[in-house]
């Protein structure tokens, strides 16, 4: 790892895999395990760079293909890079939109060399391979850059990811052959969908590229949750201890808190704002609806221990009362509070791995989901 990157290990639960590090980045330290607010266009919507301070988020995602299509990677480093484009001077990873590509089903070919799409935005094919999308994150300039991977959807045949997958480490090396800045750390995706046989091999495979650091990627395209859990306990074990291990695309307590007891120390997902512009909040592990008529009278914040700005300044009648006049800071408030929640929940587990207490204050979490 480039000098600019370390990863250390402060502390590892005695009963499970769980463990709690600092990874050093060129724009700062990330303490995992670490949730990562998603800022696929340059923001992360409805938010400030400062407000997003505020929710104690460390590192923030944007999205290389969103990004390509619109500004361009070329105009954004033109302004110096994606941290002084966007304002946000903290840690920043960006994907390599490869899942994007994979979501666009009906506009797209996969080949050999890369995948040939037609824009969405404007109509005009595009062909993104290995290289070009590192060329793109190169421009970018986020402190972690994620290899161009092919995500199989679920369900697919055994055979279709069998493809996918070594077509994956295939481009992998063709994106480290590509790679050029020493002050980003390219990151490598295991691929196999849920078959735990490609798992393990992919893993293997990728683990002797040595690369800085992993990341567990086609997870949330449609499995159920008891699926995701049995790949992530069968994948992590196999990544490097030294080196972070980053879930994609998964971002609800549960999944967390299974991930991490299998070891893995980053996560992304867009629920938090999403949820926010649905009027949905999440308060102590549960999701409530703000648009509820139970709360227009209710002068209580969300939840009374939150240090958020929402919570520290709004009631539950106020927030509702946003919601049903379609005020536009009702998404940023609401935001900054779903935000906070998940941060919040991630370095509550990280303080109770230091005291080696992980099991006993979240492992309620990793007893088996009740049928419903």
Not at 87 to 104: A, C, E, K, N, Y
Not at 114 to 139: C, H, M, W
């Amino acid at each position: 790892m480039h000098q600019s990157f370390q990863f250390s290990i402060q502390a590892q639960c005695s009963q499970t895999q769980a463990r709690a590090a600092t990874f050093l980045t060129p724009h700062g330290k990330v303490e995992t395990p670490r949730f990562m607010p998603v800022g696929t266009l340059a923001t992360v919507k409805a938010l400030t760079p400062a407000q997003l301070k505020g929710t104690g988020a460390q590192m923030v995602l944007a999205n290389t293909y969103h990004l390509h299509l619109q500004p361009g990677d070329d105009l954004i480093a033109r302004a110096g890079g994606l941290h002084r484009f966007m304002g946000w001077d903290g840690p920043m990873l960006t994907d390599s939109g490869g899942f994007q590509v994979f979501s666009l089903a009906s506009l797209r070919t996969i080949q050999e060399e890369g995948v040939k799409f037609r824009s969405p935005r404007d109509g005009r094919i595009i062909n993104l391979t290995p290289e070009k999308a590192i060329a793109i994150q190169n421009q970018l300039g986020a402190d972690v850059i994620m290899a161009f991977d092919e995500c199989p959807p679920y369900p697919a045949s055994k055979e279709a990811v069998v493809a996918a997958t070594e077509r994956t480490y295939r481009w992998l090396k063709r994106c480290i052959a590509a790679h050029n800045r020493s002050d980003q750390a390219l990151f490598g995706i295991v691929q196999g969908g849920v078959y735990a046989d490609l798992r393990t091999a992919a893993a293997e495979q990728l683990v002797d590229l040595n690369l800085p650091g992993y990341a567990i990627g086609g997870v949330s395209v449609g499995e159920p949750g008891d699926l995701i859990n049995q790949i992530v306990k069968v994948t992590a074990p196999l990544l490097p201890v030294g080196k972070p291990r980053y879930l994609m695309g998964v971002g609800t307590y549960q999944e967390m808190v299974q991930a991490i007891a299998a070891g893995i120390d980053l996560f992304d997902c867009v629920i938090p704002t999403r949820l926010a512009r649905h009027g949905a909040v999440f308060v102590r592990g549960e999701r409530w609806n703000i648009k509820n008529a139970q709360f227009r009278e209710d002068f209580a914040p969300l939840d009374a221990e939150c240090p958020c700005y929402t919570c520290q300044n709004f009631s539950r009648a106020y927030l509702g009362h946003l919601w049903r006049c379609r005020e536009l800071l009702v998404y940023t408030l609401l935001s900054i509070h779903n935000i906070t929640e998940l941060v919040r929940f991630t370095a509550r587990i990280r303080e109770a791995i230091l005291g080696d207490r992980f099991l006993t204050e979240f492992g309620h979490y990793l007893a088996p989901p009740t049928e419903q």
